[in-house]
């Protein structure tokens, strides 16, 4: 009998955003990514729009790393709420819906929109292999953050 599959998709993903929830909420001396590190694939990879001031490809759990730092300067909420997972049995790509809420550490200020989010992942493995976001309102952030893209 085949051994059943430990992972899904959607438990890798979960996975994630627990770790990132405890990081992002974390005072800069007190942020521990290993929680983060533990979901990733040592090839994992996200493309981030170039409109945003921590826009780019981050490789590998060091990239992430460089990433989540950036965004725990800028926040100090990134939530994705209400994640709708659109996934195929067995496949190892999923499509998330949902609202991202985010806080700016320096303001306070808050906002809540539409969010999409391509993720891959290794299913064997347990972990994210590649992550590409779709953020509703790319100025909206930008303002919020006192940037203005080089363009």
């Not at 990514?33 to 490809?57: D, H, K, M, N, V």
């Not at 730092?69 to 926040?75: C, G, I, L, P, V």
């Not at 709708?84 to 790509?93: A, D, K, V």
Request: one cysteine or more; glycine letters at 6%.
């Amino acid at each position: 009998m085949p051994e059943a599959q430990k992972h899904t998709a959607r438990s890798i993903l979960e996975a994630f955003y627990d770790a990132e929830r405890i990081y992002m909420s974390a005072p800069p001396d007190k942020r521990d990514f290993s929680g983060i590190a533990a979901t990733l694939s040592p090839e994992y990879r996200l493309l981030q729009t170039p409109a945003l001031p921590y826009g780019g490809e981050y490789i590998g759990p060091e990239g992430l790393e460089r990433w989540a730092k950036q965004m725990a300067d800028h926040f100090s909420v990134v939530d994705v709420q209400e994640p709708e997972i659109f996934e195929r049995e067995g496949s190892n790509r999923i499509v998330v819906l949902g609202n991202v809420h985010f806080k700016a550490r320096a303001t306070g200020e808050e906002i809540d929109y539409p969010f999409c989010q391509v993720v891959t992942v290794d299913l064997e493995k347990g972990v994210l292999t590649e992550q590409q976001p779709f953020y509703w309102d790319v100025a909206e952030i930008n303002r919020m953050l006192g940037h203005t893209p080089k363009n």
